[in-house]
């Protein structure tokens, strides 16, 4: 529905001579009538761009872009360049181009200044103003939790804490009444599957049979929770939220560098109840943390680790177009970011302010700045700072060897020259350095120090980063500040030796070395590097060929150090220059005497080293805040925006980001108190994984879009209780479990009948009894290996790769790995975004290619065929077999395999089907009754039965 | 139209009798418990389905992997013999960026082109075959893609995003109509050996329900994963199986009669079945030597003989009612239709491999009365230019390339869409991939604006916010 607004025109209307408007109707109108108004006027369904060309007042507004005509400057009107078809990104009509003589007369009617009649004009009320306050003060998940008083029940009797309480009033109030505890044995699974993935042993549950006090209840949880199985069981909901993989998928399927260390501090991290408010800043910005978590067993940076998560997208090989590769990317963390921590979908506000939700296009922006000031690296964590303590060793040799130069034959040489880079007067702004290697500044200028790296040539001049000032094991980076290509080519003045490389990195873009397309000369690999001579020297290295296609772009250099070898750095320019450095003499005399002990000493002291453990992380760049992507479009900018949070979080009052992405800043702005989404959205997740369902169903989207709070109150008391508590995850479930809500049977209680089911509460929201939820891919898979006796009890470590079956083909396949996969669980077979596991992917594994934090559930033949058919679940039937035929009775075999697949006897009727499947089956093989194959066939059966994968 | 909310789709029966409650009538929901879709029930979008008459009732898309020439086989362009040899740059202005960046001379077709049909459909000699049916097609000249490299190009023509993550078009099909066989999937990939850039997500159901992601049918022993009973004799599985319902049945009450388990009981039944059912698909010995020929089958290259034996399922997969069915190319040297180089040998390979086996396709469908109920959909992800890349081959060209349609719905002899005189950037009626999408679900009877799935806050549509049908090539 269209509101017109009739409005008189003003001024200028009487200046246009009757030609000029004859020249208008005829030529001009018409053409837009025809060719423009279907969606750029009031009568256009759908307006596009936000841009009406219906009037000359809305051509000179004009929408998205900016203003459709410059009256009189035809070659600087969008509209002109729009029809002449110039920019491949905005081509109008979009169709079809116009013929020659309409955009000719286009021309001449802007340079005209534009001719256009008094007449009346219609506003479009689809004109109407983004209100985001409005939009914030009219939804619920934008206003803080309040303590709400506990709700009054009648039946006091029932409950066991608050949870229940709230639960129990909404089922009173529903006249819905909840049902009976579930069985002992039935809650026993159901609560082991949920905090460790697997089934209980059936020691587990005699002793748990055994114990009939109340108590018994608390002891299994407890338990459980002090299980190194939770973390791993929690850590997989985790990595469905972060997109967790092992490799970049697209054409080639590269690996991602040390994805596995995340997936193994995430289990460390559920494992230790890291409080949740620390949790989140170390994913945000745990490199940026004043006083990092040390991992006690392993002596490493803990928190620095989480920032990897940001960085297990998709990447692609070769992209037309670099910086729209890296909004795409920027776009992805921001979606992952705001999904996973606030239920927020901020990238639908990428092109657009958001349809539904209180976020403007510009807070999209103000979130981009900070990625787009942070860097993607790989940190060499110094384990126990055992390589810092050598090190100090090394500096004190280099000190001491330094002093041992004799300073009138050897000095250095210098020429000053027009470079971008010198380390002349120390290291510049900007610069960062990681790992051990580079020291904290160049060598002192008009100075000669001692390279312990370089045994053979160890003088080194003034002015120069040098990796390998204390031997050549150490690993490091240094990176420049971000800058903007100005010349098609790059030089650098430098010495390199072993396994080093340098990379331009453009636009963010870190694939070159993998695959050069459209890249080359931006990588120097240790290949390119290497010295045709015997000893390193400093000479000019080109970064070149491709690279001209990229000035104007932001870029900064990298110089990686692998751990074998140095780099030593002295300039770098856009040109080469005469650079004439320290002449390397050999040694002589006394001094090399003296030297070469020094020399050895510190080679006795490297090799003494350990090596440091490397981890995909996230590091600070240069700030930098992003501007407005005009209907999304990096070729279209608009205003700059200051790195913030969300407008409607208060973003707008944060201090403005100085030093650094301001990523800690924006991390410590998630985790207050009061925050009206990270608590509320985090406990909520954990509800859902306990009852199946979220107290918010959407679980990653707390917005308009998604669905409304069952209990709001609830949620609330939940998410204050959990701050209350210390962001404690293990007292947040081991409340939700043995409440009684949790303990519910999955058979309603007899009064509630279907009828007033359908009627009141179809899809059991209130909870009135337990939800039957059929187990997670993992879990399914788990389970066999759990019944079977193969379970690999090891925790972490790389990923036991997939066992490839003949329908996975395509580039990038990687090796296969074991049936089924050496017995390990699921959360540590290879996720190769291109090789996903079958079978996992058969019980609704997601892709990971962006935040799913609810699974779809699917129910499907294709399971079936893979639970009858797939030679794993086979093979570990017959290893199961193989374990009851221990057992002489085959009566007692059926006994204990129900107590360890199921948690329970066997009723007389199942016994009596089973010793008939047997029996069948032994004349089928013509076999006796111990025979491999008949109970082989029984544990399959066994492992088909819809109990194995449903808990109750 | 993203923007209104749906109900997401249900998913099990008992939410189907609940939403059935609102919707659909009692008939109709009676059917669709007994007459189970293959996977869960979950064919239903709302109960409205289809939006409006359908006509065509399955697709069988032949997906030309890696960009086959545009103007070396259906988009004739007599000028570029005209500047054969000359600078590219000099005689057509500004090019784009392509994906090598390897720019050589402008490049004449090294092939003949004439006219066929009553509609004078320009083909060149690389087509004999298909060049005979002229007149069933519907060529679309104008088509152009967002992307110049394959694997997001492909991720683009698949599912509507150059992104992984999609659902797949025949996912988008399964889960708007499901599937008239209850014994096979409803989108089934006929895999030829190759296996496009960008891997089994380009037939992924992503974040549609699982049923509806694409099934990898293979020729061989096995032709779909897990198909195969692993015990000796069927009366071993049998005796399982009679064994494994009885004790489930027995445990029902336990779940409070759960919908769920209900269904995956059944599930059981219809697994049973499609071991029998995919191996008599596979099965083509039943067919005359006639037919056979007819697809080349009796070809002395393989290329041939592999295609043909895809073309043949598809059409037996038409038969028993699958929905989607898409082919992928065959191995034939070379890397697919992607010739950087040696255009010449490369896509006359690729030709002699498919062009037999698609006319004999659509003559049987014909023959059969198969090909009013069926589209048949000729793409690649995008063309290729129209100058050289290097001596003798031709880059990515997503400006401008062509596709072909015929079948269910489609005004055989039509021709929608130019390219410039040098076939390099569309320029009349352009035509995106969201176009196509559009055009085939309302072949289908789905208005794709109306087919959707709440996902991450959003309404999810196969045409993301885009799409017009191409109204100008239905009959």
């Keep these: ?952 | 139209m993203h923007c209104r909310r749906y109900a997401p789709a249900p998913v099990t029966r008992r939410q189907i009798l609940q939403q059935g409650a609102h919707g659909i009538g009692a008939v109709a929901l009676a059917s669709l418990l007994n007459d189970r879709s293959f996977g869960a029930s979950t064919s239903i979008l709302n109960g409205k389905l289809p939006h409006h008459a359908p006509r065509a009732k399955n697709i069988i898309f032949l997906y030309m992997d890696g960009g086959p020439s545009h103007v070396d086989t259906f988009d004739y362009k007599p000028t570029l013999a005209k500047y054969n040899g000359q600078n590219a740059s000099q005689v057509m202005g500004k090019l784009e960026p392509t994906q090598f960046d390897n720019v050589g001379t402008i490049m004449g077709s090294p092939w003949d082109f004439k006219q066929y049909g009553e509609c004078g459909h320009w083909v060149s000699s690389l087509f004999p075959h298909v060049a005979k049916h002229a007149d069933k097609l519907a060529m679309v000249k104008s088509c152009t893609s967002q992307f110049s490299e394959h694997t997001f190009a492909n991720y683009f023509l698949h599912t509507g995003s150059g992104l992984q993550g999609r659902p797949s078009m025949g996912a988008w099909v399964g889960y708007g109509l499901g599937s008239a066989n209850q014994n096979l999937p409803g989108f089934v990939v006929m895999n030829g050996g190759m296996i496009p850039p960008g891997g089994l997500d380009n037939f992924s159901s992503s974040f549609l329900p699982a049923t509806y992601q694409g099934s990898i049918f293979k020729a061989g022993k096995e032709p779909l994963a897990n198909i195969l009973p692993q015990e000796k004799k069927s009366a071993l599985q049998r005796n399982k199986l009679d064994a494994l319902k009885s004790l489930d049945e027995l445990a029902l009450g336990n779940y409070g009669h759960e919908s769920a388990i209900e269904s995956a009981i059944a599930n059981y039944e219809t697994a049973y079945r499609m071991q029998t059912a995919v191996p008599d698909l596979m099965a083509i010995d039943g067919e005359s030597e006639a037919t056979k020929k007819l697809y080349g089958l009796d070809s002395n290259f393989t290329g041939t003989q592999t295609f043909g034996r895809q073309c043949l399922i598809a059409r037996r997969l038409v038969e028993r009612g699958v929905r989607f069915i898409e082919l992928t190319c065959p191995k034939v040297g070379g890397d697919r239709w992607d010739q950087h180089d040696k255009l010449r040998e490369g896509h006359e390979n690729n030709c002699r491999a498919v062009d037999q086996p698609i006319a004999g396709l659509l003559e049987d469908l014909q023959k059969r009365g198969l090909l009013e109920d069926t589209l048949v959909v000729w793409a690649g992800e995008f063309g290729r230019t129209p100058f050289a890349q290097g001596k003798d081959g031709r880059d990515h060209n997503p400006f401008g390339f062509t596709m072909w349609l015929a079948g269910g719905g489609v005004k055989g002899g039509t021709s929608y869409g130019e390219t410039d005189e040098f076939g390099y950037k569309a320029v009349q009626n352009r035509i995106e991939m969201h176009d196509l999408h559009a055009t085939m679900l309302h072949l289908l009877g789905i208005d794709h604006e109306q087919s959707t799935f709440r996902f991450g806050g959003r309404d999810m549509r196969l045409t993301d916010v885009h799409g017009h049908v191409i109204h100008e090539i239905l009959a």
Aim: with cysteine; net charge negative; proline share 6%.
């Design chain 1, 1 to 952: 529905m269209y509101r017109y607004a009739y409005i008189s025109l003003l001024g200028i209307i009487a200046a246009w001579s009757q030609p000029e408007l004859e020249f208008f109707e005829k030529e001009i109108r018409p053409v837009l009538v025809q060719s423009c108004y279907e969606c750029h006027s009031v009568e256009a369904k759908k307006v596009k761009a936000s841009l009406w060309l219906d009037s000359r007042t809305a051509m000179l507004e004009g929408g998205d872009t900016g203003p459709a005509i410059v009256p009189g400057d035809p070659d600087a009107s969008l509209l002109i360049e729009t029809v002449r078809y110039d920019n491949v990104d905005l081509e109008m009509p979009p169709k079809t181009k116009l013929p020659a003589h309409q955009i000719e007369a286009l021309e001449k009617w802007v340079a005209m200044g534009a001719p256009w009649p008094e007449e009346e004009q219609s506003t479009d009320s689809r004109k109407e103003k983004f209100d985001l306050e409005k939009r914030k003060n009219e939804h619920w998940c934008w206003q803080s939790p309040i303590s709400h008083p506990f709700p009054s029940v009648s039946d006091e009797t029932w409950t066991h804490n608050p949870v229940d309480q709230f639960i129990l009033a909404k089922l009173e109030q529903a006249n819905l009444k909840p049902t009976a505890e579930a069985k002992k044995g039935d809650w026993l699974r159901r609560v082991t599957f949920d905090l460790t993935g697997l089934p209980p042993t059936p020691k587990e549950v005699t002793n748990f049979f055994e114990d009939e006090t109340e108590h018994a209840y608390q002891k299994v949880v407890d338990r459980l929770l002090t299980s190194s199985r939770f973390g791993e069981r929690w850590a997989r909901h985790w990595m469905d939220l972060m997109r967790y993989a092992e490799s970049y998928g697209h054409e080639f399927d590269y690996s991602i560098p040390h994805a596995w260390r995340y997936r193994d501090y995430l289990i460390r991290a559920f494992n230790n109840d890291v409080p949740y408010h620390q949790f989140v800043k170390e994913h945000v910005a745990g490199d940026l943390l004043p006083s990092p978590r040390i991992d006690a067993d392993s002596g490493l940076n803990e928190s620095v680790i989480a920032t990897g998560s940001w960085l297990l997208g998709e990447a692609t090989h070769g992209p037309t177009d670099v910086r729209a590769d890296e909004v795409l990317r920027i776009d992805n963390q921001i979606d992952v970011f705001s999904k996973s921590f606030l239920g927020l979908t901020v990238s639908c506000a990428r092109c657009h302010d958001h349809k539904f939700d209180a976020i403007s296009t510009k807070d999209f922006y103000a979130l981009a700045g900070y990625l787009q000031s942070s860097r993607r690296v790989v940190r060499n964590l110094d384990p126990h700072e055992k390589i810092s303590q050598g090190m100090a060793k090394l500096q004190s040799l280099q000190r001491q060897a330094s002093a041992e130069i004799d300073k009138t034959t050897i000095s250095p040489v210098q020429t000053p020259t027009q470079s971008l880079f010198s380390f002349d007067s120390g290291l510049p702004d900007g610069w960062t350095r990681e790992g051990q290697a580079f020291p904290s500044k160049p060598t002192a200028a008009n100075s000669v120090s001692v390279a312990l790296g370089s045994p053979k040539q160890p003088f080194v001049g003034g002015g120069v980063m040098h990796s390998g000032l204390f031997g050549n094991k150490l690993s490091g980076a240094l990176r420049s500040p971000t800058f903007t290509l100005e010349e098609p080519e790059l030089y650098l003045h430098l010495a390199a030796k072993g396994n080093v490389s340098v990379n331009i990195v453009i636009d963010g873009y870190f694939m070159s070395p993998y695959h050069n397309l459209l890249f080359k000369g931006t990588h120097l690999n240790p290949k390119a590097l290497k010295q045709k001579n015997a000893h390193p020297e400093f000479q000019w290295y080109k970064l070149g060929k491709d690279l001209k296609k990229y000035q104007g772009h932001r870029v900064y250099l990298e110089f990686l150090d692998h751990g074998d070898g140095f780099l030593a750095i002295d300039e770098i320019a856009y040109r080469k220059s005469d650079q004439s450095h320290l002449n390397q003499l050999p040694l002589d005399g006394e001094a090399n005497l003296a030297l070469s002990q020094i020399l050895t000493e510190a080679k006795a002291v490297e090799k003494a080293l350990p090596d440091p453990v490397r981890v995909l992380a996230m590091e600070d760049g240069t700030p930098e805040n992003d501007l407005v992507h005009i209907r999304g479009s990096h070729k279209s900018l608009g205003d700059e925006v200051a790195r913030r949070n969300l407008t409607a979080l208060g973003g707008e009052q944060m201090p403005q980001a100085s030093a650094g992405s301001g990523r800690l800043q924006l991390a410590e702005s998630l985790v207050t108190a009061e925050h009206p989404l990270t608590a509320r959205v985090y406990v909520n997740r954990v509800w859902h994984h306990l009852f199946g369902v979220g107290i918010v169903s959407s679980v990653d989207d707390f917005g308009v879009m998604g669905e409304e709070p069952s209990h709001p109150e609830l949620l609330d008391w939940l998410a204050l209780d959990f701050v209350a508590q210390g962001w404690s995850t293990k007292k947040l479930i081991r409340q939700l479990v043995l409440s009684k809500t949790y303990r519910q049977s999955c058979i309603p209680n007899p009064e509630i009948t279907e009828e007033i089911v359908a009627q009141i509460d179809p899809d059991n929201r209130l909870l009135y009894k337990a939800r039957v939820r059929r187990l997670q891919a993992e879990a399914v898979r788990d389970n066999i290996l759990a019944i079977s006796g193969s379970l690999n009890q090891q925790i972490g470590g790389p990923s036991t790769p997939v066992h490839l079956t003949s329908f996975m083909e395509g580039r990038g396949k990687p090796k296969s790995g074991p049936l089924n996969g050496d017995g390990r669980r699921s959360l540590y077979l290879a996720v190769k975004r291109n090789f996903l596991p079958p079978f996992e992917a058969a019980f609704d594994r997601p892709i990971p290619f962006t935040t799913m934090g609810r699974r779809s559930l699917s129910n499907v033949p294709a399971q079936s065929l893979t639970l009858m058919n797939d030679p794993f679940v086979i093979q570990e039937a017959k290893r199961w077999a193989h374990v009851l035929l221990k057992n002489p009775e085959p009566r007692a075999r059926i006994q204990q395999a129900f107590l360890t697949a199921f948690a329970r006897e066997p009723q007389e009727a199942e016994y009596e089907a089973l010793q008939q499947f047997l029996s069948t089956q032994q004349t089928n093989y013509q076999a006796g009754p111990n025979d491999e194959r008949v109970w082989t066939d029984f544990c399959h059966l066994l492992f088909n039965k819809k109990e194995s994968i449903y808990l109750r």
